[in-house]
């Protein structure tokens, strides 16, 4: 089956630095990849997703980076600010099948 | 998400006893799904149901059941609960959409289980 490794699993920046969180996947069938984030207390939300036929995508401060050859993929939040503290995983399913296999997750401290 | 929850939101029990989690949905979804986070090892899959007669084990379905008496709703069942069944449980939903994010998963608050 599937296997998501995360790293790191703590992360701290100052206010408005870059964060960037990396993934890798071992299945070479993968075709989704989501990220999530949990803030405290809450259930994970969906921030980010790509599909294996993009190598890039972007919502304002987030992006997520695909390679498909590396098998990796990697979230990048810039201008950081502290309610992006939280917990992100990410994840990814194989073309074919039912379920998402995720990371172990990052928690994220944004300092003031 | 308001739209999905979860009862208890805390629950301590003891070894051996029988406990039921339940998952409601108000978002129409077909998919529901349960999973158990633990420090360091991320969301794991117990249980998933993409209808009411489609039940599935995940990678950790072992001292674990599910009934899904409805379309909204989806339990899990600890038959004869452990120590290291001790965690925070989610539930989520997703739905298939001919388009937009088509696996978006949408979770509920949590509820934290201490077994002692």
């Known amino acids: 089956g599937e296997n998501v490794e995360q790293h790191p699993s703590t992360l701290s920046v100052q206010e408005g630095d870059s964060a960037v969180i990396k993934c890798t996947y071992s299945?070479?069938?993968?075709?989704?990849f989501p990220w999530y984030k949990q803030e405290l207390g809450k259930g994970p939300q969906l921030i980010i997703d790509?599909?294996?036929?993009?190598g890039e995508k972007k919502d304002q401060r987030i992006a997520v980076t695909l390679n498909k050859t590396a098998k990796h993929f990697s979230l990048h939040i810039t201008e950081t600010q502290p309610e992006d503290s939280a917990v992100y995983f990410c994840?990814?399913?194989?073309?074919?099948?039912?379920?998402?296999?995720f990371g172990s997750g990052t928690r994220l401290q944004v300092q003031p | 998400d308001a739209d999905v929850t979860q009862t208890p939101r805390n629950r301590i029990t003891k070894t051996g006893k029988r406990i039921m989690l339940e998952c409601s949905q108000t978002?129409?979804?077909?998919?529901m799904y349960w999973y158990r986070q633990d420090p360091g090892l991320g969301l794991r899959l117990i249980y998933y149901?993409?209808?009411?007669?489609?039940?599935n084990k995940g990678e950790i379905s072992d001292g674990y059941s599910v009934s899904r008496q409805a379309q909204a709703k989806f339990s899990l069942s600890l038959e004869s609960a452990i120590p290291n069944q001790t965690a925070l449980y989610f539930c989520?939903?997703?739905?298939?959409?001919?388009?937009?994010?088509?696996?978006?998963?949408?979770f509920g608050p949590g509820t934290r289980l201490t077994v002692l």
């Open positions: 790509i599909r294996s036929n993009v």
């Open positions: 149901s993409f209808d009411v007669k489609d039940i």
């Open positions: 978002k129409g979804h077909d998919r």
């Open positions: 299945d070479s069938a993968s075709n989704y």
């Open positions: 989520a939903t997703s739905d298939l959409l001919t388009s937009g994010t088509n696996n978006e998963q949408f």
């Open positions: 994840a990814a399913k194989p073309a074919g099948r039912r379920a998402l296999t």
